[in-house]
């Protein structure tokens, strides 16, 4: 009887064992074929049997690393990551005695420079004629394309849906096009390291939809503009939804920064972006728990339906975001052949300009100037304004020769009339005859605003007011 009673304690730990021993899960963005942050802490994650115990072995290294999972099943792991390299692999053993579970062995694993892109269609746009023209020559195993799969939630999830892929002509005609060659160009000037790219866009979308509902919240202005989302059939609507479904389950995974470009969706309520932009450049840095640099991309010139300025009205808002710290911002005023287009087909210039900035302000390449001129201040005297501006010390250039375009002087009446323009190397002068004491100027302050005048590193000047009129309709 007490053999017995011993066997039917045997089997009921072995039982217990087995129910309380499940497989170690990651999420799918912890796979074969992923790029680590090179000199990092990089976190991996997962679940598995309540209080699981489990090593982690990296081949790049000698010791180990133990993990337990919580008693709900959760875990997480702080790796040390080398410089860049690979391949490489992980394994990760479960220390049950009770009940051993098939380890996992992630393969070909390269550490590198991981980068977020985010947005909407003008980042998600793909296999435009500039990629495939490279098509044939694009196979890079050294680039890495994680995308997530579109998604929308009431309430933050663990879990994203996506796989690690190699750069190649079958999975570079789907990725963004502004992202590959952002990654194409830094590769190239970190000396040939391996890339991680990971996108997560959504055509269409605002902003709203991208931040924490709770962020929004917190602020009258946001939560006025966000109430204002009109419903669309074929895209969620919702704040927050997809931050919850598409941002939050990556949030674990180690980055060296963020690339945005978004804001189409939003000039209908341009007076919130900097405050919702802001909002969630934070809220993203709070959830990856790392203060990485944000660079976006200002939105293009378009010929707008509803006003003459609403465009220009948020492309005011991301200047004004460039005092967040870690911000950058690229300008592509001069970038447009069609204003009927909301989707302009030149991204390669677009991604090698995030790709300038990057390498000039994150990676501490030598580049003199990496970014567009922004008007400094404004001097009156003797019936003409002189502008100065930053980022611009060789002066200044029109593009194939031209006249001076897009600067608008106006006086007391606010009344704009086209200025008369000198581009010398230190400022910009603009007058008018009929103005005789002029109080403001405009730059490229319309939606469809293609300044032709460039630094002469190239960078087109970020678009400006110097007064702060309201816009109304008698203004148009």
Request: glycine residues 6%.
């Amino acid at each position: 009887m007490r053999k017995l009673l011993l066997t039917i304690l045997c089997i009921a730990n072995l039982l217990l064992a087995f129910k309380t021993n499940a497989q170690i899960r990651l999420p799918s963005i912890i796979s074969d074929n992923m790029v680590l942050q090179q000199n990092s802490e990089a976190t991996l994650w997962g679940w598995s049997g309540a209080s699981e115990r489990f090593v982690i072995m990296s081949s790049w290294k000698e010791e180990v690393d133990t993990v337990q999972a919580s008693n709900i099943g959760k875990w997480k792991a702080k790796i040390k990551t080398p410089s860049a390299g690979g391949p490489y692999t992980i394994t990760l053993k479960s220390m049950n005695r009770f009940r051993p579970t098939p380890s996992i062995v992630l393969e070909n694993i390269m550490i590198g420079e991981v980068w977020l892109l985010s947005g909407q269609s003008n980042m998600a746009m793909s296999n435009n004629n500039q990629i495939k023209e490279i098509l044939p020559n694009s196979a890079n195993n050294k680039m890495r394309f994680f995308h997530v799969d579109e998604r929308a939630s009431e309430h933050p999830q663990d879990y994203a849906i996506g796989e690690w892929v190699a750069c190649n002509e079958q999975t570079l005609k789907s990725f963004s096009a502004a992202g590959y060659f952002f990654g194409k160009k830094i590769q190239e000037d970190l000396g040939d390291i391996p890339i991680g790219l990971i996108q997560s866009t959504w055509s269409g979308t605002p902003i709203e939809l991208w931040e924490p509902e709770s962020v929004i919240n917190s602020d009258p202005i946001m939560k006025k503009a966000a109430s204002e989302i009109v419903v669309k059939t074929h895209r969620p609507h919702q704040p927050g939804y997809l931050y919850n479904a598409m941002i939050y389950p990556i949030s674990n995974y180690s980055i060296k920064g963020a690339l945005w470009y978004q804001g189409e969706s939003n000039t209908p309520r341009a007076y919130a972006y900097e405050n919702m932009l802001n909002g969630m450049i934070g809220a993203w840095r709070e959830a990856f728990q790392n203060d990485f640099p944000f660079y976006y991309v200002q939105i293009a010139p378009w010929k707008y339906e509803t006003s003459l300025y609403e465009g220009a009205l948020l492309q005011e808002a991301q200047s004004k975001s460039l005092s967040f710290p870690k911000t950058g911002m690229v300008v592509i005023t001069d970038l447009v052949d069609d204003v009927t287009n909301l989707h302009p087909q030149n991204k390669k210039d677009v991604g090698e300009r995030l790709a300038i900035l990057a390498l000039a302000d994150t990676y501490g390449k030598d580049i003199p100037v990496y970014t567009s001129p922004r008007l400094k201040n404004m001097e009156v005297t003797k019936g003409k304004i002189n502008l100065f501006f930053e980022n611009a010390p060789n002066g200044f250039i029109t593009k194939n020769g031209g006249k001076p375009t897009e600067f608008m002087i106006a006086g007391s009446d606010k009344t704009f009339l086209p200025a008369d323009v000198k581009l010398i190397k230190d400022r910009i002068i603009v007058s008018h005859k009929n103005i005789k004491e002029p109080v403001a100027v405009r730059f490229s302050f319309r939606n469809e605003g293609m300044s032709n005048v460039l630094s002469k590193e190239g960078f087109p000047i970020v678009p400006f007011r110097t007064d702060t009129w309201d816009i109304s309709e008698k203004m148009k």
